[in-house]
């Protein structure tokens, strides 16, 4: 058991009843308490619309972890102690009757309360208001809200407002789960603490960088949601971006929130902006059509339930850019993401430089530069391609790659490997901001995204079809190889 002092709150959840309730945030709430992470007074009130009873909704809680935590982990009196923590409350949250209730479950509460938004982020402000008008805050309140905050740089910046009028942005934690995930944490002391890598993390060693997310699943019954939003605004703006911003940031001066958070807004206020002649050669849009993956049949996006057949909604991104300062000068990043893939996979490909004198077999040359694999999903990871003299008397000096392989759940077979939500559920308690994104963070992600939607606007291009169970369109393909280089597909 581990024990930390984790201070009591009160958690506020809006969306109680919500797919990500159910599916991440009770889940993750439950193994903090297993561990010992939860504040032992720690109270967790449930808000929806739904018109049930406190028993109904702890019944509908414990039959969400009951399915989705597993059985080994699913301990029978940290289950009862945690499903005590819960309470329920229905109501309408665009309107500021019955918020008085929040106010009467708080009196004489010393903890601080936290407000969790998991709920459309066109209702933010609403609560926001409805919260502070009813007396249910205070100076010590903080509120967690959920990523992408709006659709543009004009209504994120509406919704912040919204925000901004009731908590100060020290008090503000906006989610990007990317940012709980133990590899993606590890980007920092692998960078920072390795001089191995440290020196090596510049324009003269690197050449050129690949960040790929990949999804196998279509829209799983969000239409509404997504096409409105796509590809680029659902991943590249945040998750993507944010990879981005950990890969290329220069050292922070320290570890707290905002020299973190300093240096990954440089990093997007320095992204190469694009005009509409490299729109058109360093940016692919897709949209899957019927195919197959994993020998079942798919439907296209098209035929999708509900869909708008006449739909230009890109469902696959894929582009090259820069990042203009003298650490990276010169350097491509490619980034890639799609529904409909072949697999689930998230991972970053940092390739190395070649060296400048070759001596081994000259067929053999395409092997002789080292990369960095860093895997977040499936699983998470580490491994640093290296070559290697090929075993046997009749090989010469023929070489061969090979990884050196950090694998998490191979390394830490003991340890249960915690989910992002944990993590980040774990910060806001303790009041800890370096694994949040900042407003302006948000905002330049927004204007470098607008541009590519007002060019895309302006062209009036559809979108590129690709087979459902491919890697996307076959110019995604042409984009990097007039490079002369190739997407990394094999872990």
Known sequence: MIHDTTPDIDLALFGALGDLALRKLYPALYHLDRDGLLGESTRILGLARQDIDGETFRQRVQQALKKRVKAETLDKACLERFIARLEYLKLDFATVEGYDAIAKWREGAERPM????AVPASIYGDICRNLNASGSLDDESRVVVEKPIGYDLASSQAIN????????????YRIDHYLGKETV???????FANPLFGNQWNQNQI?????????????????????KAGQLRDMVQNHLLQLLCLIAMDPPSNLDADAIRDEKVKVLKALKPFTQENLGRDVVRGQYIAGSIDGTSVPGYLEEEGANTDSRTETFVAMKTEVSNWRWAG??????????????????VIHFRQQPHYIFDPDQR??????LIIRLQPEEGIALQVLTKDGGLDKG????????????????????IPDAYERLLLEVMKGQQYLFVRRDEVEYAWRWCDQLIEGWAARDVPPRRYPAGSWGPVASIAMITKDGRSWYEDY
Not at 114 to 117: D, F, G, R, V, W
Not at 161 to 172: C, K, M, N, Q
Not at 333 to 345: A, I, N, V
Not at 366 to 371: I, P, T, V
């Open 114 to 117: 936290t407000i969790y938004l």
């Open 161 to 172: 407002d919204a925000i901004g009028e009731v908590f100060p942005e020290s008090r503000i």
């Open 185 to 191: 944490q590890n980007l920092i002391a692998l960078r």
């Open 207 to 227: 050449s050129h960088v690949e960040i790929t997310v990949a999804e196998q699943v279509g829209i799983e019954g969000r239409w509404g949601y997504f096409d």
């Open 331 to 348: 350097v491509p990043f490619y980034l890639r993401t799609g529904k409909r893939m072949p697999e689930k996979l998230s991972q970053i």
């Open 366 to 371: 395409d092997l002789a530069a080292n990369k």
């Open 397 to 416: 000096m023929r070489l061969r790659p090979g990884p050196l392989h950090l694998d998490f759940n191979s390394a830490f077979p003991k340890s249960r």
